[in-house]
């Protein structure tokens, strides 16, 4: 009867675990092989199903205690286990039994699977840093995930709390990188398969993909690209706007850590417009926007970020916010656009070469496209204003840029972008705020040598193109232009300010001027600094002869607890940035029709823009060079500043008379061509009030040049004198008229009759003989020969500041408008005996006459 029992039972249950023990062994009274094996056969069946089972019959007090049972066994199996005995338990047979209890949480309400499922997946992360058993739990953790995995209503984030042990498990230092790969390709095929399922879980999903796409493995890379290729086409605005701030930093990873030539680099670009695309797509699409970004753009508007300056020399309001009067899924995405360009300045700084440049056209034509999107012209004004300019300026303030070239192409491109966002008609509220931006970027450039000498070229760009410019914007442009000019100045006013007029004192008049130098320049500060400081053809350096010591060459100045340090290679370089200003406003005043060798040697090569300028402008530009003639006129007046300089420089009589001249021939010229334009005598008096103070400083020279050879000519020719002798005459006081010579010759005679009495005493030398005696007659005429043609070259250039606006004058004006410069013409010949000055005088009173 029971063998007639057990046997429909087989064929009645098709599982093996609702056989018992006792129908398996049989009425067998000892054990066989092959009743026992039948026996551990129903065992295995009933453990597996009780595992299969035990989620849906187990309430959650008990299911709970069961988990924390099984996965301290685990702990203990794969953590504490001195030795691997055979006969424990597996880790991968406890991990598996976990596995399969955690898979058929799903049938359970979610308060349940929100309850059980940290406990077990704080544990696959801990196995997840082990060598052996890491591979299982990670293929334990990606089994449970693609079980429990739901369709989230709005507001949920119980699929962010399932993949939030992929993010915690890749970022840990002690997992290994083949776990990590195996990770993101089981997030891979959650993607692939239920791409739109994860809703929440999106955000741990990219932290994720950032920590294993830092990985130089381009295997990983294309999988993280395919990754964010899904997450791109999904159609849900509320899951995009709560997910898509972290995937830009994905994007970005991918960008820094890709090779340059690869192909993951230029998919990796192709995706951010597909990211700018689906922010448009948010703008345009009501949804419930994510409230962190609803939070920044708050925190944003109250504290907006500015191109920084000490002392701004126009305020200028910035234009409407895009922000203001809008819906609050629009503001969510214009904060999401802001957010997603300042990621991409990031990227600049530490991306490859050709990643940069594709970069920069990038976000030059998003910029310029975006007037015509749903986002609008404020939010690209906004964008340029307080996110991408900002970012540039930290940039150029951080002292480890080691681009400076990139820096400088970054610096050409915004510039660039500016410009093309100031032609847009839609652009109009912004145009004064982003002129007023750039321009203090520019200023910005030229406090620091790294960037100074680029300076002059960023703001002939901005002029080369203001065709459309009104009489604000110019106003804008002139007063940076002026601080530009100020800040190039900046060091040789301060080592001025340590000098007195005349001063030959190396050391200082005000304080104390110590300097080092430790060897020759540069080949190139060298050709910099005879641009600037010589006044004749200098013998360049050859590349063999330039010095290789190391150290810079300093200025140290010191006046009571102020000290500053002035590297020589800084003088050089914000003068030379002065230069090239000047011929820029050279090119705004002087027109094509001016003197060509004159306009050559004021402008350069380049072509004058001469703009239409409003009259209010013109004092700004001559406030420019009024300064910048005031300075030089103070280093020429201190002969001490230019020796030191000469020394340090390797250069003979440092001078700026190039800027002298230029200064006050730009000013003096634009006022005679604005006068043959518009005929006001105001400008004439102005002209003439200009040469008669410049004559007062020739005269100055005049006198000091013909003061230093005349004590020239006096100790090269000396006098004979003559004396009187007393001679013996009876009674009569007779003298005798005798030479200077025929004295000396006396005195040498009785001194020899003297030394004849005097006692031995050795010959001791002295020290200093050689201090006390005269130098090489060579070396004195050499040097007054140079110093005569120095003196020459100043003459020459004070000569020319005054003569040449009054030979236009005499050459080109009416005959009823030269009685005005009369007093100029007397104030100059006065000055110096010059014969072209002479003949100046002759012309115009043969035109008076």
Known sequence: MPKKYFQPDFQQKTSVADSSIENALGDET??????????????????DRFYSQVCRELCLPALHDLCVAIVSSSENRIFYSAQKHIHLTAPVSLLTRISDIISTLSHRPLIHQMFIYPLVSAHFVKVCQCDQESRIAASALAEVVTRLLITESPGMSFNQTLIVPFQTASCSEDCSEETKEQLLCALSQLVLSQADKIGSGWKP?????????????????????????????????????????????????????????????????????????????????????????????????????????DQDPVAVPHGPLPWEGKETYEIAAVELFLTFMDQICGTLLTSSPDTQKNLLDMIGRLLVDIANKPLGADSGGVCMSAVILPYVQKWIRRPDVEEVKILKQVIGACTQTVIDMLELEKMSAWRDRLLRDICSLIVECTLFDKTCAVAPAYFTLIANNSTHFSTEQWSIFSNFLATASSQSLRHIKLLNSFFVRSSTDENGDIGDVTSYNPGKLSFRQFIAAVQVFSSRKERFINDDEEDLSSGIALIMLSHGADTHRL?????????????????????????????????ASLIGSTSPIDPKLDHSIYPILYGILSESSETSLDFDSRPAVGSLLSRMLGIEHANLLKILVSSNLIKTMSLLRRFERTKKQELLQEIAKSVKSRSIDLKSVEF?????????????????????????????????????????????????????????????RNPFQQALEDPDTTTIQ????????????????????????????????????????????????????????????????????
Not at 568 to 596: G, K, M, R, W, Y
Request: with cysteine.
């Open 30 to 47: 000892t054990l066989s092989v092959h009743s026992l094996n039948r026996a551990i056969c129903v065992l295995i069946a009933k453990v």
């Open 205 to 309: 999903l990219f932290g994720s993909l950032k920590a294993v796409g830092a990985a130089r493995d381009e295997k990983v890379h294309w999988c993280a690209i395919d990754v964010i290729s899904s997450y791109l086409r999904i159609d849900s605005p509320s899951i995009l706007s709560s997910s898509i701030l972290e995937c830009v930093p994905c994007v970005v990873n991918l960008l820094q850590n890709s090779d340059d030539s690869s192909e993951v680099s230029s998919a990796a670009l192709r995706l951010l417009p597909n990211i700018y695309s689906l922010i448009l797509y948010l703008y345009s699409t009501p949804h419930i926007p994510n409230y962190h970004l609803l939070h920044r753009s708050d925190l944003r508007s109250k504290c907006l970020d500015t191109v920084e300056m």
């Open 567 to 599: 590297e020589v290679h800084s003088i050089i370089s914000t003068l030379f940035t002065h230069c090239l200003l000047l011929q820029l406003i050279a090119s705004l005043l002087l027109s094509e029709d001016s003197n060509p060798k004159l306009k």
């Open 704 to 764: 000091e040049v013909s003061t230093r050879r005349s004590a020239l000519v006096c100790r090269e020719h000396a006098i004979t004198m003559y004396h009187l002798v007393p001679v013996e005459n009876g009674e009569e006081n007779a003298y005798r008229l005798v030479s200077q010579d025929f004295v000396d010759d006396a005195l040498s005679e009785y001194d020899k009759h003297r030394d004849r009495l005097k006692p031995f005493v050795p010959d001791r």
């Open 782 to 849: 050499n040097n007054d020969q140079n110093k005569d043609d120095y003196d020459e070259t100043r003459l020459a250039a004070h000569r020319d500041i005054c003569l040449i606006p009054l030979r236009y004058v005499a050459d080109n004006l009416l005959r009823e408008h030269l009685p005005d410069f009369l007093p100029a013409v007397s104030q100059i010949v006065l000055a110096s005996p010059d014969l072209a000055i002479r003949q100046l005088a002759v012309d115009i009173m043969s035109r008076l006459a």
